[in-house]
């Protein structure tokens, strides 16, 4: 399609050589045929400067270009001729191969050849000679071989454009997954931290609150005993999330993740941390094979268990608080209850983020979690956090 975009400076400057270049034949008296209809030297300048103006279209309109310039060059064949001329019109196809459409690209080349073995032959069945075969050669020099020439530049180019485009989009990928794996690191680090270091803190501020309000030193002391023992334990916890972060750093390596092994100091802890609230925790462990079982299900099974406990001190009323371990075919379930329902004395404030690593952490196995309310057959309600870990091996989401 024509456009009036301004000619590349490559352009004008084919344009400009190639017109300078003819007249210098034509001043010098070199031409390329004798004997035709126009004989007169002066009139093949015509043809020159049609040919060096479509120079200037090359690019911005490549196949106009090419269709005036076959005109010319066919315009050119009645005078003398020039050989800037011919020049030129092979430019005219390399461009309109390399510049033109991509339906243009492939069709120039094999109607050029079509063209090349029609000449050819016909020249041949006409007058066979050996100037019947070099005039084939000669159109296919003129018309074929510049088409060919375009045709593999093009390829080329497509080609490193498609590699360009593909490494770009590799790049993109890449910092995509980066992007993903910062997040989910910082999602998983969001999630230790909270389940490490809100069960402690829990207990810390509902005992300091209730050796605020309670002017018992008894009861202070006791409140007192608790809130070393959690803050001695929240930095113990600290120190080893430290170590996992620091990749075997000068620290030494860190320490092992809680098992389900490590579940009776756990409700031994929150026990005692629940007393004085009227809070009893108890392990009912009903796993026929108590054996270990996947790192990230005991790792999942014992933060789920943290985290219920935590809630539990957190707003549960006095009463009971059971855990449950049952282990039945290639299920792991882990249930903990609570009493529902109000009850007195402090009581630490909850932002729901709990419930949220602990479905987090569920469904990075492929599990399922249920957390809220379920009747009793007594008339009173518990709070029931109930969980269903697979426990075959597999390759497990972190």
Do not use: C
């Not at 207990?203 to 009861?219: C, E, F, N, Q």
């Not at 630490?348 to 399922?368: H, K, N, W």
């Amino acid at each position: 399609m024509f456009s009036l975009a301004r000619p590349h400076r490559d352009d004008v400057l084919l344009a400009v050589t190639g017109l300078s270049g003819g007249v210098i034949l034509w001043m010098i008296g070199i031409h390329i045929q004798n004997g035709r209809l126009f004989d007169a030297p002066w009139v093949s300048l015509l043809p020159l400067v049609v040919m060096s103006a479509l120079e200037l279209l090359r690019r911005s309109a490549p196949l106009t270009a090419l269709t005036v310039g076959t005109l010319a060059l066919v315009a050119d064949q009645f005078t003398v001729g020039s050989l800037a001329t011919l020049l030129m019109f092979t430019d005219l196809v390399y461009a309109a191969v390399l510049y033109g459409t991509p339906a243009a690209s492939r069709r120039i080349p094999v109607i050029t050849l079509l063209l090349t073995v029609a000449t050819t032959a016909g020249f041949v069945a006409w007058a066979p000679s050996a100037d019947a075969v070099l005039i084939g050669i000669v159109v296919g020099m003129v018309s074929f071989v510049p088409a060919l020439t375009g045709a593999s530049v093009r390829n080329h180019r497509e080609a490193a454009e498609a590699a360009r485009l593909r490494a770009d989009q590799t790049a993109l990928l890449a910092e995509m997954d980066r992007v993903q794996a910062v997040t989910a690191e910082r999602s998983r680090m969001a999630r230790e931290l909270h389940d490490m270091v809100a069960n402690h803190l829990s207990a810390i501020a509902i005992h300091s609150t209730a050796a605020l309000s309670i002017d018992d030193p008894g009861t202070s002391r006791e409140a007192l005993g608790v809130i070393r023992q959690n803050s001695v334990d929240g930095l113990t916890e600290m120190r080893r999330l430290i170590g996992l972060l620091r990749e075997n750093g000068a620290g030494g390596p860190p320490g092992a993740a809680p098992t389900l092994a490590s579940l009776d100091a756990l409700v031994g802890q929150a026990g005692a941390n629940s007393a004085s609230s009227g809070l009893t925790v108890t392990l009912e462990d009903g796993r026929e094979e108590p054996g270990p079982l996947p790192a990230p299900v005991e790792l999942a099974a014992y933060r789920i268990v943290q985290e219920s406990l935590t809630n539990a001190l957190k707003h549960a009323a006095p009463g009971p608080v059971t855990v449950r371990l049952e282990h039945s075919g290639e299920v792991l379930t882990v249930e903990v209850s609570s009493v529902l329902g109000e009850r007195p004395g402090p009581r630490a404030p909850g932002s729901g983020a709990g419930l949220v690593g602990m479905r987090e952490r569920v469904a990075l196995l492929g599990a399922t979690i249920g957390a809220g309310p379920e009747p009793r057959g007594d008339g009173t309600e518990i709070w029931l956090v109930r969980a269903e870990l697979p426990v075959e091996e597999r390759t497990y989401r972190t």
